[in-house]
């Protein structure tokens, strides 16, 4: 069965800090996903990553996935206030879409 | 507004009874997909279909069915209710793409309480 393992689960920064979420997964697939959620709100897609190597950046957040390693990552520069959510990456198998447990994170002044 | 429509949006109810969750996809999509979103288990796949007929099967339930209909719309049945399933239930859509990008529009969510 899929597997995906995101850590830390919890994430309490200060601004303009850098951070770094991780994503494993236990099978092979070269399509992973990145969504945020705010609080009390649903999931909107931050990032498609579709092959080995792929990188994808927006404002302060970067993503990239590594198939090889079964890992994605998702780091955080300069970290502001706007930022604090939940952040899930979820991995596609043939449309079997997994999510992982979701990071949370918060960001204080 | 995603294009993803679900209702209720909050539902309040007693254990033992049945509930009926719809939701309509975004126009053009044709799979629509159903999470559970509780506090303690994060968001946890139900069930998939693809224009009518299931395609991926999660952590459900023997209480729970679902179905999606010739109009692609899709419903989630919660039958002998426990405390245990009062969550967000959020229902999801997209192209279904074979290749490429299979990126997932959710709804608002529908929120149950069983009390």
């Known amino acids: 069965e899929l597997k995906v393992e995101q850590n830390p689960l919890f994430l309490s920064m200060q601004e303009g800090k850098n951070y770094t979420i991780y994503c494993n997964y236990s099978?092979?697939?070269?399509?992973l996903y990145w969504y945020r959620q705010d609080p009390g709100k649903s999931l909107e897609s931050l990032f498609v990553?579709?092959?080995?190597?792929a990188v994808k950046q927006e404002g302060r957040l970067m993503a990239s996935l590594d198939t090889k390693a079964r890992l994605s990552t998702l780091h955080i520069t300069a970290a502001v206030h706007d930022l604090s959510a939940t952040y899930f990456c979820?991995?596609?198998?043939?449309?079997?879409?997994?999510f992982g447990a979701g990071t949370r994170l918060t960001v204080k002044p | 507004d995603s294009g993803v429509t679900q209702t209720p949006k909050h539902l309040i109810t007693a254990t033992g009874q049945r509930v009926t969750l719809r939701c309509s996809p975004r126009s053009g999509d044709l799979s629509v997909y159903w999470y559970q979103q509780s506090l303690d288990q994060g968001l946890q796949f139900l069930i998939q279909y693809y224009n009518g007929e299931e395609r991926a099967k999660g952590n459900i339930l023997e209480r729970f069915s679902a179905q999606q209909f010739p109009d692609l719309h899709s419903e989630l049945n919660l039958s002998s209710l426990e405390l245990g399933d009062s969550a967000l239930y959020f229902c999801?859509?997209?192209?279904?793409?074979?290749?490429?990008?299979?990126?997932?529009?959710f709804g608002a969510g529908s929120r149950l309480t069983v009390l």
């Open positions: 979820a991995v596609d198998i043939v449309n079997d879409m997994r």
């Open positions: 990553l579709l092959s080995n190597g």
């Open positions: 999801a859509s997209s192209v279904a793409r074979v290749l490429g990008a299979n990126v997932l529009t």
């Open positions: 099978t092979t697939s070269d399509r």
